[in-house]
């Protein structure tokens, strides 16, 4: 099993930077994939970005394509998601998630309990 807490949500102005972070306990955390989505209010559970276990491949969502970047440190056991130029429409509860690979947020076996994202324009 795998406990997950995400930190580095905040407010931050239109075109700013924030880097989340996922820290997991638990000792199988480098066999998971690991994701991140965003949850907007009124709106659906959204995929951001993925990354398998072992940091070897990532892939995005068009929205934050080239403007964010996932990574892993598995002796830590944390993963994080770097986000570059941000705009308001970023704004969101951001969650981290373990599980199998997809952007499918239904196919996540473990969740945090997010950091809200804030971008003022």
């Known amino acids: 099993q795998v406990q997950l807490v995400e930190s580095g949500g905040g407010l931050v102005q239109a075109g700013g930077s924030l880097r989340l972070s996922c820290a997991a306990s638990?000792?199988?955390?480098?066999?998971?994939?690991m994701g991140w989505f965003r949850q907007a209010p009124g709106k659906a559970r959204e995929f951001v970005a993925i990354?398998?276990?072992?940091?070897?491949?990532?892939y995005y969502a068009d929205p934050v394509k080239g403007r964010s970047a996932i990574s892993r440190h598995n002796a830590n056991n944390t993963v994080y998601l770097q986000m570059n130029s941000l705009k308001p429409e970023d704004t969101a509860v951001y969650y981290c998630?373990?599980?199998?690979?997809?952007?499918?947020?239904?196919?996540?076996?473990?969740w945090g309990q997010g950091t809200q994202v804030t971008v003022s324009s």
């Open positions: 638990g000792r199988t955390f480098s066999s998971y994939d």
């Open positions: 990354i398998t276990w072992s940091g070897g491949t990532t």
């Open positions: 998630a373990a599980g199998r690979p997809s952007t499918n947020w239904r196919q996540y076996d473990y």
